[in-house]
């Protein structure tokens, strides 16, 4: 059983980056600048979007944090990201969801420029992966290829079963394992909280991508040796015992799963730390897009 190191990986890739704006500088560039909005102060996503934050300084990138206020309305945030849209100082920008009730997150991302939606998360972009053409990948699932593309995982011919239809990750991660070429070739199902018994499926599956936000649902008795396993979940769990309050749980039980896989990533350090720097790695892109 193999370790996916998505800390070690995160921490490769952006040293990668940071080498590649050290060139831009040298060779008297721009260097890649990112926006990220937070609307409210929900606990998690001010996590979030502080580490990706920290992360552009770490690596010399600019950045602006945008805080907006819980009740902003709408109209407010439209004119915010037309703002932003406009900017020629700024490569790219992402709007950390989820979103207050009151506004319409479809909405919110059609009015981001496709060229400066580096989550990948526009209609436009969506259907420009869907077609295998360049653009910026959601973060979750580039990461995810990415980690198998560096440990050599096979996944040609291989039948992967993907746990989840989400739009940021199930669903794209479908379209991208199926693509051509590699890291894709993959045999891809796609199941979801209709599907009638999840584990016939799981048990067949040579590779299992799990994003459904159920704490260790994925057991031993439900794959099979030599499962390759991602766990894309990250649910905060109540316990009193941690210092935080609560504690990080994947999807997958990975005691009872990780002694019948080959590969399989933890949580936390898998699946986390990847998307960050796969953010960082669209942003590098539109600038370089924009300088051509
Ligand atoms: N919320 C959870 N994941 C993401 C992400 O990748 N991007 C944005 N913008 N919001 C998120």
């Known amino acids: 059983m193999q370790i996916l190191d998505g800390k070690k990986t995160s921490e490769d890739i952006k040293k990668e980056i940071a080498v590649e704006v050290q060139e831009i500088k040298a060779n008297g560039g721009k260097v890649p600048h990112l926006a990220a909005v937070i609307v409210g102060t929900n ?13 552009c300084e770490q690596i010399g990138f600019e950045s602006t944090l945008v805080s907006l ?9 439209l004119a915010k990201i037309n703002e ?12 950390q969801l989820p979103l207050p009730k009151h506004i319409d997150e479809e909405k919110i991302l059609l009015a981001i420029n496709p060229e400066k939606d580096v989550d990948g998360f526009h209609p436009t972009n969506f259907g420009r992966m869907a077609l295998e053409m360049e653009t910026f990948l959601p973060a979750t699932p580039y990461g995810i290829m990415e980690l198998l593309e560096r440990y050599k995982v096979e996944t040609s011919g291989k039948h992967t079963v993907v746990i989840g239809r989400s739009h940021i990750v199930g669903r794209p991660m479908s379209i991208l394992l199926s693509r051509k070429g590699y890291p894709g ?8 909280s209709r599907t009638k018994n999840i584990e016939e499926f799981t048990k067949m599956a040579d590779i299992i991508v799990t994003a459904l936000g159920v704490p260790e649902f994925l057991k031993g008795d439900m794959v099979k040796d030599g499962v390759v396993i991602i766990d894309v979940g990250i649910t905060r769990v109540d316990d009193a015992s941690n210092p935080k309050g ?20 933890p949580v936390p350090g898998g699946v986390g730390p990847m998307t960050i ?12 897009i924009r300088a051509r």
Do not use: C, Q
Request: charged share 25%; hydrophobic share 40%; net charge negative.
């Open 84 to 95: 932003l849209n406009t900017d020629d100082n700024l490569d790219g920008f992402i709007v």
């Open 69 to 77: 206020p819980e009740d902003i309305t709408e109209e407010a945030l």
């Open 277 to 288: 720097a796969m953010l960082l790695k669209n942003t590098l892109l539109a600038r370089k």
């Open 246 to 265: 609560y504690v990080i749980k994947g999807d997958v039980d990975f005691a009872s799963v990780s002694p019948k896989s080959s590969f399989i990533t």
């Open 185 to 192: 070739d993959s045999t891809v199902t796609l199941v979801h």
């Open 43 to 55: 606990g998690a996503s001010l996590t979030y979007v502080g580490s990706k934050v920290r992360s």
